[in-house]
């Protein structure tokens, strides 16, 4: 099983970004799809997540109403719409396939089964 994380890259404060993330190996229609961040020096964070056929979301308040996490299983892709990019939003970003006994909304490392190879998003000021 792979997640291959893309889209990431260098962008002004209040600008936009589109994360993708494409699973290989498996379909993941059964499982809840997160994003994660981990910015230099602090620990990994739950960014969002995305039911499994797509009709619900849930966001950390630090990106609520900035960013949008949408899914298309006939790709097995999740993505990552970012806007309105904040300098404290630069970090690596990750994908993740959450456990499918996992409660909703799982917000939890250990929630997760599989973890993509993360994306630098870098935003300047």
């Known amino acids: 099983v792979q997640l291959q994380a893309s889209g990431g890259g260098l962008v002004q404060a209040g600008g936009s970004l589109r994360l993708s993330c494409a699973a290989n190996g498996r379909t993941f229609s059964r499982n809840v799809m997160g994003w994660f961040r981990q910015a230099p020096g602090k620990e990994r964070e739950f960014v969002a997540v995305?039911?499994?056929?797509?009709?619900?979301?849930y966001y950390a308040d630090s990106v609520k109403g900035r960013f949008t996490i949408s899914r298309d299983n006939a790709k097995n892709t999740v993505y990552l719409q970012m806007s309105s990019l904040k300098p404290e939003d630069t970090a690596v970003y990750y994908c993740?396939?959450?456990?499918?006994?996992?409660?909703?909304?799982?917000?939890?490392?250990?929630?997760?089964?599989?973890w993509g190879v993360g994306t630098q998003v870098t935003v300047s000021s």
């Open positions: 995305v039911s499994r056929i797509g009709g619900i979301t």
């Open positions: 993740a396939v959450a456990r499918e006994e996992s409660m909703w909304a799982p917000r939890r490392e250990y929630e997760y089964q599989y």
